[in-house]
């Protein structure tokens, strides 16, 4: 996918919308989402972002290009509309960014990944405050919380929102994502159920774990299946 | 070095010791020694990168840690001199963030726009199918005798729609004529006019004989060239031919 990565980087940086679509759109006739959004548009974005280190294109081109990228990813996102009629038993997720943060891209993909597994989701790109934020989860109450931070001067911040939900009176599950992950040392903080993940393969090793969980689940407490 | 100048503007040595700093830099930034400890961690290796060119001059997009932000977007432009160099910062960020802002909402309203529109679409094109269905109903006048009226516009799509439900009725019912009624029907397109004549041979085929009635001039026009290849009858109107087949046969 290497050639495709730099002709998608190409489409991106020119902010052209329809050629950035066309190459998601013939390469998903082949590959699965998972693929396509961890072996092309994450290594785009993140070469997007060497281009910058190398002074090659400006933070205009970078946004530019975020944007059209958001585009793509909601193109990628239309055909599991279908799914959107919910049972009060599918599993309920929530993501948001957090507040002051325009790394949204990674949160974005790991949202629609949730969905096409079939999980209720809502997902808040906009500048939600830490107030409004607990609001929507005390009310709608989701299994899971993902959030995620790449501004290390937002770590505070983030500090903040896991503490809050430390307090909540129910136990989500929560997943922090974002590339500086491996440079912190967050086991301190949050409640004992939190993940961080730093990029989608974690994600998916997240998932196959979850999905023995809920499979336990069925049939009582989690691991306590005889089934295999 | 002058230090009145109106902008940020250091004169720092090779491994970024700041030597001189302008008024206003002292004013924007944290005191320090170290230049460094006022760039974003993830601008230290592009500043090294960029100093270590063997260019002279050189300008280029910095994140910077001011006194009022811990992340501000800033130009950098360097001279180097001997040893020495001298930094100017330009602030970018403002303009930056309020274009971004503006795209992202821009982004978000669109998104929101497209994907409402994808739902309408869906929802119509259903509506569109279950209409298409819904305009040619086959019905039983007698045991020899079926009516097929058909409603609105003659597409292709339309024709698609209610084939398999008129020969499954035609079928079972196996009647001798089927009176095909276009007193209902608007405009014609080509492609339905094709699609029809397949429908009018799968009846010949069951050994059904269709008789045409309610055609418009207009009607009549299009399906001219299909005359002669097509074993079917033509009626003026329901009323004549409802006459001729199903009284005729209860006398």
């Not at chain 1, 929507?136 to 505070?156: D, H, M, N």
């Not at chain 2, 950098?76 to 602030?91: M, N, R, T, W």
């Amino acid at each position: 996918m290497q050639k495709t990565t730099e002709t998608f980087v190409d489409a991106l940086l020119k902010g052209d919308h329809a050629a950035s679509l066309r190459i998601v759109q013939n390469q998903r006739e082949h590959h699965s989402r998972f693929t396509i959004y961890n072996e092309l548009i994450t290594p785009a974005m993140h070469e997007i972002g060497m281009l910058w280190q190398q002074n090659k294109i400006t933070v205009a081109d970078e946004h530019l290009a975020t944007a059209v990228c958001d585009f793509v990813l909601s193109q990628t996102e239309y055909d599991l509309v279908q799914h959107s009629d919910f049972q009060e038993t599918t599993p309920k997720a929530m993501f948001f960014t957090v507040q002051d943060e325009y790394h949204y891209l990674g949160l974005k993909m790991v949202s629609i990944l949730f969905r096409e597994k079939d999980w209720n989701v809502k997902y808040y790109q906009s500048n939600l405050s830490i107030d409004h934020v607990m609001e929507q989860v005390e009310t709608w109450k989701p299994a899971v919380i993902g959030l995620s931070f790449a501004l290390a001067y937002r770590i505070e911040a983030l500090t903040a929102y896991l503490k809050k939900f430390s307090e909540l009176d129910y136990e989500p599950e929560i997943l922090v994502g974002g590339r500086l992950m491996h440079q912190y040392d967050f086991s301190s903080i949050g409640p004992p159920n939190t993940t961080f993940i730093e990029n989608l393969n974690e994600l998916q090793t997240w998932f196959n774990k979850d999905k023995t969980i809920r499979r336990d689940d069925s049939d009582g407490k989690a691991n306590t299946s005889s089934v295999i | 070095m002058e230090k009145r100048i109106p902008l940020p503007l250091f004169r720092i040595t090779q491994d970024f010791q700041i030597v001189e700093r302008s008024d206003q830099a002292e004013h924007t930034f944290q005191y320090t020694n170290d230049l460094l400890d006022i760039v974003d961690a993830d601008s230290h290796d592009k500043l090294k990168a960029m100093l270590a060119h063997d260019v002279e001059q050189l300008d280029f997009e910095l994140n910077l840690i001011t006194k009022h932000s811990p992340l501000a977007l800033y130009k950098a432009f360097i001279q180097k001199s001997g040893e020495e160099a001298f930094c100017l910062f330009v602030p970018i960020e403002e303009q930056y963030q309020l274009v971004q802002n503006q795209l992202t909402d821009m982004q978000n309203r669109l998104n929101d726009t497209n994907f409402q529109l994808f739902e309408k679409k869906e929802k119509f094109s259903k509506m569109v199918d279950r209409s298409n269905e819904l305009s040619g109903p086959y019905i039983e006048l007698s045991d020899n005798l079926g009516l097929l009226p058909v409603f609105g516009d003659l597409s292709e799509e339309k024709l698609v729609a209610i084939k398999d439900n008129v020969f499954k009725r035609a079928y079972v019912s196996q009647p001798e004529r089927v009176l095909i009624d276009f007193t209902g029907v608007g405009n014609i397109q080509e492609e339905g006019v094709r699609e029809l004549k397949d429908l009018i041979l799968v009846f010949e085929q069951m050994g059904i004989h269709v008789v045409m009635i309610g055609l418009s001039p207009r009607h009549a026009l299009h399906l001219k060239p299909y005359r002669n290849e097509l074993q079917i009858d033509f009626a003026h109107s329901a009323k004549i031919a409802i006459k001729k087949w199903l009284i005729a046969e209860y006398l």
